[in-house]
């Protein structure tokens, strides 16, 4: 009684909160280092975002609100947009959702039919591809090459790009690797594209959480390549359960104004994004609090401790990570020959330390024989989970 379409959809990460949860019934302790949610671990909405949406509701603000989000939003992103990444948008070129997977899930709808491509980063992030096939689409990896820092493999797109290809997309800074796509990597994505005619989707959502290395917002780079930038208030302004987020599109040459007009249908046909959620948002980029920059500085001290301790455990590799909350160690299955592959090292992790990771084989073909960590706990957590990992291994 269920369709296909939505038999085959899978989500690694959801899959190992399954297991998980049946060990906490036998009362022991599960570490949840499977979630990238910032604010399940020490870092909380701040107070004055969570008074604006206070003051929305009593103020009266809660009914149905223009299909492509509240103007006075639309307007602050853009100027958001200007001062942070230095590009041009209007209103008009700015639609609200309900976080960017409502984003990537209207502008597939209506990319994607009848096995056409969607190139998409490998490893991926899980949506990309579940989209992409619900849509009757294709989702195509092509390499973020491990032995490069995990930067795109330029010549694998240029091999997989074809006429079926419909869009590139780009996730930077990127969810499972950790990298920050270099400004020349980007550079000559958008040629590619700019070379078969197809936009670029630009998932933006972790573009405030970086390290060493600075973001490079694509539609900073090009007046002719048109992009679709996807964003929101999720990871940055620490409010995940809000679900609010924001596509734009960059396109001086107007060659999306079809594409355009078939999201913003789909955004009528499901009414509105949150109301309320709209109101704090504003206050949220109107007035950016000390949150963010904070956030960085002790993600920074957690991901060099977490590196610092996966590079001693003898049958692990890892690169570090550029921006993002993840690292994705590689399993050396000489090394530990006991598991077939990363699924089984997953849950046997999880069932003998309580540690729970997600299997790199989730996140497409590249991710094989990785797994996904988390480093957004705080210090004293993640040494215990490192100490017990370190005991497991041996
Ligand atoms: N895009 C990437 C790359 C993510 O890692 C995530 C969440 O982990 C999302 C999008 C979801 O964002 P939102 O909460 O805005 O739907």
Known sequence: MVTQRVKGMSYAIRDVAAVANEIKKTGKIVYQLNIGDPVIFDF??????????ADATFAGQNFYVDSLGVREL???????????????LKADDVMITSGVTEGIFFVLASLLESKNELLIPGPSYPVYINYSKFFDGVPVEYELDEDDLWEPNIDDIRKKISDKT?????CSPNNPTGIVYSK????????LAGEYDVPILSDEIYDQITFEKDYVCPASLTNDVPIIGMNGFSKAHLATGWRMGYIYYHDLR??????????????????CANSIAQYAAIEAIKNPGPHTEEMVKKLRERRDYSFKRIKQIEGLSCNNADGAFYLFPKIDFKEFSKWKNDKEFVIDLLKNTGICTVFGSGFGTYGKDHFRITFLPDLNTLETVYNLLEDFLK
Do not use: F
């Open 74 to 88: 639309r307007e602050e992103i853009c100027i958001y947009e200007k001062k942070k990444n230095n590009v041009d």
């Open 166 to 170: 419909q869009a590139i997309l780009i």
């Open 44 to 53: 909380k909405t701040p107070d004055y975002i969570s008074q604006a949406l």
């Open 184 to 191: 020349n990597k980007i550079k000559q994505i958008i040629d």
């Open 254 to 271: 107007n060659k999306l104004a079809e594409l355009k007009e078939a999201v913003e249908k789909m955004a009528r046909a499901r009414l």
